[in-house]
């Protein structure tokens, strides 16, 4: 259990811990305007009249950002709202032209709905949700040294979803672990890249503490500035610390909104949190009604194939490989896609894991490519995990000198390991004659073995390999060698 838990257990309260998490949606432009959607621009590259909120300009809801907010409630196990309505949230920002954001209020376009929590031992094992609405983001202000603040529009009416999670998080590891899967999710349905450090995937933390079993919730203090998982994990921690600290002094705990530097961890207060009634949302007038048709809505829930969780499910249910391996082959679709298409070809689904997640990986990162970009195909691949399987290929042979010129080539692994005279040896008697050889080499230290220096075996293992050039089967080197040394 998390250490701040723990205290707080200790102390009689508990954690209560609600997420705002903003997402960044991949469409070509703008939630309202034709205005492109890019990260890459020169400053107030990407605007227009109605980026700039000039009078008399009208909005025109784009498409797009409605499919990908249902698609995302869709994964979510949502209910799907049938007629949807913006309304305006008015304040007053430098970084926002038209003095008002355009968002939903009475009608999010997704209710309910939970989001699974996956990799480790967490007090839930599920989030559930408040809703999902659509809206658009503001501007940046840009505060550079002295007294002057630079304003860039290009971000203002990039699309986004909040996700309003329920007060219902129980401490920091949960946080993070939510955001991750989040992230996933996103990425999976591919209407976000999801990047922390970017931008592109925000959250604010409303946290609270409260007497155990108590349904009373406590102050409640949003804190933000947050851009990674990490510092999620941190600020929460920080914060419930600094809470259980104002009780047990008996002080107040103010309802605020804090800022988090990761730099020293710690929260700082900004402001006075504002009321839902200081926004004045009402209506918009210039966005009539979207109405979601059935046949619109099974359309797009036939695309909801390919989810972390389903496949998680199919690598942990069907293939019964362990949590380690689901979580590193499902932490990318295109991993498990790969992954998946591998064990259609291949019968032990645990040496393709492991191949895979070692060698494979390795590889990868020291190339500098993505599972896309390596030019091994799936079906390939299959070739060298059965090589390996059925002992005709070292697994070190394979990874150092099979696997690299698989990428350079588009002969199979048997051919490649054929030309190299790179496959195992076979012959018992062959065989024996290495070992033979080895042992002859090392009178003194098979003596040292016989009299009971039993860790010298992987001396022998290693000599055998090493003359044989990795083409001796290791079951059988082990079998000879505990039979030459048995005599």
Same mark, same amino acid.
Not at 277 to 294: A, G, T
Not at 382 to 410: C, F, H, R, W, Y
């Given at each position: 259990?998390?250490?701040v838990?723990?205290?707080?257990?200790?102390?009689?309260y508990q954690?209560?811990?609600g997420?705002?998490?903003?997402?960044?949606?991949?469409?070509?432009?703008?939630?309202?305007?034709?205005?492109?959607?890019?990260?890459?621009?020169?400053?107030n590259?990407?605007?227009s009249?109605?980026?700039l909120?000039?009078?008399?300009?009208?909005?025109?809801?784009?498409?797009?950002?409605?499919e990908?907010?249902?698609?995302?409630?869709?994964?979510?196990?949502?209910e799907?709202t049938?007629?949807?309505?913006?309304?305006?949230?008015?304040?007053?920002?430098?970084?926002?032209?038209?003095?008002?954001?355009?968002?939903?209020?009475?009608?999010?376009?997704?209710?309910?709905?939970?989001?699974?929590?996956f990799?480790g031992?967490?007090?839930?094992?599920?989030?559930?949700?408040?809703?999902i609405?659509?809206?658009?983001?503001?501007?940046?202000?840009?505060?550079?040294?002295?007294?002057?603040?630079?304003?860039?529009?290009?971000?203002?009416?990039?699309p986004?979803?909040?996700i309003?999670?329920?007060?219902?998080?129980? =401490?920091?590891?949960?946080?993070?672990?939510?955001?991750?899967?989040?992230?996933?999710?996103?990425?999976?349905?591919?209407?976000?890249?999801?990047?922390?450090?970017?931008?592109?995937?925000?959250c604010?933390?409303?946290?609270?503490?409260?007497?155990?079993?108590?349904?009373?919730?406590?102050?409640?203090?949003?804190?933000?500035?947050?851009?990674?998982?990490?510092?999620?994990?941190?600020?929460i921690?920080?914060e419930?610390n600094?809470?259980?600290?104002?009780?047990?002094?008996?002080?107040?705990i103010?309802i605020?909104?804090?800022?988090?530097?990761?730099?020293?961890?710690?929260t700082?207060?900004?402001r006075?949190?504002?009321t839902?009634?200081?926004?004045?949302?009402?209506?918009?007038?210039?966005l009539?009604?979207?109405?979601i048709e059935?046949?619109y809505?099974?359309?797009?829930?036939?695309?909801?194939?390919?989810?972390?969780?389903?496949?998680?499910?199919?690598?942990s249910?069907?293939?019964?490989l362990?949590?380690y391996?689901?979580?590193?082959?499902?932490?990318?679709?295109?991993?498990?896609l790969?992954?998946?298409?591998?064990?259609?070809?291949?019968d032990n689904?645990?040496?393709?894991?492991?191949?895979?997640?070692?060698?494979?990986k =390795?590889?990868m990162?020291?190339?500098g490519?993505?599972i896309?970009?390596?030019?091994?195909?799936p079906?390939?691949?299959?070739?060298?995990?059965?090589?390996?399987?059925?002992?005709?290929?070292?697994?070190?042979?394979?990874?150092q000198?099979?696997?690299?010129?698989?990428?350079?080539?588009?002969?199979?692994?048997?051919?490649i390991?054929?030309?190299?005279?790179?496959?195992?040896v076979?012959d018992?008697?062959?065989?024996?004659q290495?070992v033979?050889?080895v042992?002859?080499s090392?009178?003194?230290?098979?003596?040292?073995?016989?009299?009971?220096?039993?860790?010298?075996m992987?001396?022998?293992?290693?000599?055998?390999?090493k003359?044989?050039?990795?083409?001796?089967?290791?079951?059988?080197?082990q079998?000879?060698?505990?039979?030459?040394?048995?005599?």
């Amino acid at each position: 259990m998390n250490k701040v838990i723990s205290k707080l257990t200790e102390a009689g309260y508990q954690a209560v811990v609600g997420l705002e998490v903003h997402v960044q949606l991949n469409t070509q432009s703008k939630i309202f305007s034709s205005d492109p959607n890019t990260s890459d621009a020169e400053a107030n590259e990407n605007i227009s009249v109605i980026s700039l909120g000039h009078p008399g300009t009208l909005p025109v809801l784009n498409r797009e950002v409605v499919e990908k907010a249902i698609l995302l409630g869709l994964a979510c196990d949502c209910e799907i709202t049938r007629i949807n309505h913006f309304a305006r949230k008015s304040y007053f920002y430098p970084d926002l032209p038209k003095g008002y954001q355009t968002t939903q209020d009475k009608t999010p376009i997704c209710i309910g709905g939970e989001v699974a929590l996956f990799g480790g031992n967490f007090q839930q094992s599920t989030v559930e949700l408040h809703h999902i609405h659509m809206e658009e983001d503001a501007g940046k202000s840009i505060h550079e040294d002295g007294s002057s603040t630079l304003i860039d529009l290009n971000r203002a009416g990039t699309p986004l979803v909040e996700i309003v999670t329920e007060p219902s998080i129980k =401490g920091p590891d949960e946080a993070a672990a939510f955001l991750q899967e989040i992230r996933r999710i996103v990425r999976y349905l591919e209407i976000s890249e999801a990047n922390m450090e970017k931008g592109e995937l925000r959250c604010d933390a409303n946290i609270s503490i409260m007497p155990i079993g108590s349904e009373k919730l406590g102050n409640k203090v949003e804190v933000k500035n947050m851009n990674s998982f990490s510092n999620v994990r941190r600020a929460i921690t920080f914060e419930l610390n600094r809470q259980l600290a104002l009780l047990q002094k008996k002080k107040m705990i103010d309802i605020e909104t804090r800022t988090f530097d990761p730099v020293t961890g710690s929260t700082a207060s900004m402001r006075f949190k504002e009321t839902m009634n200081d926004y004045r949302y009402f209506p918009c007038p210039d966005l009539p009604p979207v109405v979601i048709e059935s046949n619109y809505l099974e359309g797009l829930r036939s695309r909801m194939k390919d989810t972390p969780d389903k496949f998680r499910a199919l690598f942990s249910t069907t293939y019964q490989l362990s949590d380690y391996d689901v979580a590193l082959l499902t932490e990318e679709k295109e991993t498990a896609l790969y992954f998946k298409t591998l064990c259609q070809r291949v019968d032990n689904k645990k040496t393709a894991a492991n191949f895979l997640n070692g060698a494979v990986k =390795g590889l990868m990162n020291e190339l500098g490519l993505s599972i896309n970009e390596l030019t091994v195909s799936p079906e390939r691949m299959a070739g060298l995990v059965d090589l390996i399987e059925k002992g005709q290929l070292n697994l070190n042979v394979a990874t150092q000198s099979v696997l690299p010129a698989m990428v350079k080539t588009d002969k199979t692994a048997f051919q490649i390991a054929e030309e190299k005279d790179l496959l195992s040896v076979d012959d018992s008697s062959e065989i024996e004659q290495i070992v033979s050889e080895v042992l002859l080499s090392l009178p003194k230290e098979v003596e040292a073995f016989k009299k009971g220096k039993k860790k010298l075996m992987g001396l022998f293992m290693g000599e055998v390999m090493k003359k044989s050039r990795g083409k001796a089967g290791p079951k059988q080197v082990q079998e000879v060698l505990n039979k030459l040394l048995s005599k």
